[in-house]
């Protein structure tokens, strides 16, 4: 019987160390993917001056008690476009009026419009985009900015949004 030597291959030849290596680098090469992509996408819920987000909270605080005061209250209904909403008010109100549907996260989503008055209770607009997300907060104002009516919709209700004073 004949022993035949083999020599051993070099490490580069076997699959086992690149296989090994690749886990480290797929590591780094995510690191920088992870970098990048904090560094260049927009930081939308970071604001820059919190005394004057603070004033401003107090500012919308007396709104909302004024719209108390005056005992208001409003139904709002979106039509099955999506675009088409109606405001229907408990008691008579006198225009113009703001609407503004904001998205929770997204800034570039919200909306706002002017609704135009059809009567002594109802109001319409169509917005310029429909509304795709399931869940919207929405603010409702007088043109004087002395009141104003808040909820959150969630286009999955069958039921109207109701507008409320936020207590």
């Keep these: 019987m004949s022993a ?8 580069y030849k076997s699959p086992w160390p690149w296989f090994l290596m690749s886990i480290p680098a797929l590591a780094v090469v995510g690191g920088i993917a992870m970098v990048v992509l904090a560094i260049t ?32 209250n409003a139904q709002a209904m979106l039509a099955d476009d999506r675009r088409s909403i109606r405001i229907l ?40 985009q429909p509304l795709s997300q399931p869940r919207w907060n929405v603010e409702l104002a007088d043109a004087g900015h002395a009141w104003r009516l808040t909820g959150i919709w969630k286009l999955d209700s069958p039921s109207p949004l109701q507008l409320t004073p936020e207590r």
Excluded: C, M
């Excluded at 919190?50 to 008690?65: F, H, P, S, T, V």
């Excluded at 408990?90 to 909306?111: A, N, S």
């Excluded at 059809?118 to 917005?127: E, H």
């Design 89 to 128: 008010f408990d008691k008579p109100v006198t225009g113009p009026l703001t609407l503004k549907i904001l998205h929770p996260t997204r800034e570039g989503l919200d909306q706002s419009v002017t609704l135009q008055q059809q009567g002594p209770q109802l109001f319409a607009a169509v917005l310029s």
């Design 4 to 11: 035949t030597l083999h020599s051993p291959q070099p490490w």
């Design 41 to 72: 996408s927009n930081d939308g819920l970071v604001t820059d001056d919190y005394y004057k987000e603070g004033q401003a909270i107090n500012e919308e605080l007396g709104r909302d008690q004024a719209a108390a005061a005056l005992g208001l």
